[in-house]
């Protein structure tokens, strides 16, 4: 049987990556719906190699006969049509914000928590957790499993597209000035992103973090353990693909980095990349395409009690965004629908 699946922002970064994640992994479907703001109707959109699809408008589409919808347009474009695709009965998988803290709305990594799929049908609705923290719990998972984790300190290297499109021309643009003399405009960020770092991710909340901070918090706290606990640094950087990540562990127990190693090699959904050499390591551009989330510079923190030390890489529009959208939809299908 197949299914009929809706993809809200289809003609946004992470949307063109969900439906080309739909036909790479064969999801079983029998319509896949492109959908987006009115003034994107009839812009045509891929769906893998042969098939082209017409954008479709969001704010008249009846969900009445849709099963899936994967869901990334925005938190506030979210808000409204989410809820209206669920009472319509589609179960939403969605990308934004906006549900994620919701306590009736399931956060799921599927290699850490899909057990918690099993509230889905509350509200119909399924949150996917923020690209930064995604990557990040499936690294630390096999580690809380074995010697459990008491704090982290996560320093992030996050790319432009994690702030859409936009961002990913303004880093193009900016370079190009550099290089021939130009005036640097800035649009989409507060300070010039051209060879340049921002320690500035979303808006700035009452206590100094970050929003983007924040979220790091609470969400790996609510997907892995809502005792562990999380402080981030969050930072932009000129890269157009791939998050990295330098985390430092605290944990319950002793755990060499041998022990860690061998716990992360057997867990689903990562690959260990981790040679004590030049190149014996993962960068943002290596992971661009790719599904895992690497982990490398795997090492003992001796100034600490139990402590490990990990840099952590992976693709923020696939398994950050798109490729944990769609295998919440696997699950779904295979357990639940």
């Given amino acids: 049987m197949g299914y009929r699946v809706a993809v809200v922002g289809g003609t946004g970064n992470v949307g063109r990556e969900m439906l080309q994640i739909l036909a790479e992994r064969q999801f079983p479907v029998d319509e896949v719906v492109p959908l987006a703001s009115a003034r994107s109707v009839g812009r045509e959109v891929s769906f893998g190699e042969d098939d082209i699809l017409k954008v479709k408008d969001l704010n008249t589409f009846d969900f009445d006969d849709t099963d899936i919808v994967l869901s990334s347009p925005g938190a506030k474009v979210s808000a409204v049509h ?3 695709a669920a009472k319509a009965g589609a179960v939403v ?5 906006y549900f994620r803290m919701d306590p009736d709305v399931p956060l799921i990594v599927p290699e850490v928590n899909a057990d918690a799929l099993a509230g889905y049908d509350r509200k119909n609705i399924v949150a996917n957790p923020n690209c930064s923290t995604m990557q990040m719990v499936v690294a630390l998972k096999p580690i809380h499993d074995v010697a459990g984790i008491r704090r982290v300190v996560v320093s992030t290297y996050q790319s432009v597209s994690g702030a859409g499109r936009e961002a990913m021309d303004e880093l193009f643009s900016q370079t190009r000035s550099v290089y021939v003399n130009d005036p640097i405009e800035r649009h989409q960020f507060t300070k010039q992103i051209a060879f340049n770092v921002i320690p500035h991710i ?3 909340m009452d206590g100094g973090d970050t929003k983007e901070e924040w979220k790091m918090v609470v969400e790996t706290k609510k997907i892995l353990d809502p005792t562990i606990k999380v402080t981030a640094t969050c930072v932009r950087v000129p890269v157009f693909i791939g998050h990295a990540e330098a985390v430092n562990l605290e944990l319950e127990q002793p755990l060499s980095a041998d022990e860690a190693r061998a716990a992360l090699q057997e867990a689903p959904g990562v690959i260990v990349v981790d040679h004590r050499a030049d190149e014996g390591y993962v960068t943002p551009v290596e992971s661009a395409g ?7 510079r795997i090492r003992e923190d001796p100034t600490i ?7 952590i890489v992976s693709d923020n529009l696939r398994k950050g965004a798109a490729l944990n959208a769609v295998q919440i939809a696997e699950v779904l299908a295979r357990d639940y629908l």
Wanted: overall charge negative; glycine content about 4%; proline content about 4%.
């Fill in 82 to 84: 989410s809820p209206r």
């Fill in 93 to 97: 998988i969605d990308n934004t914000s």
């Fill in 202 to 204: 979303d808006v700035f």
């Fill in 290 to 296: 790719e599904d895992a989330v690497y982990v490398s």
């Fill in 305 to 311: 009690d139990n402590g490990l030390n990990l840099w």
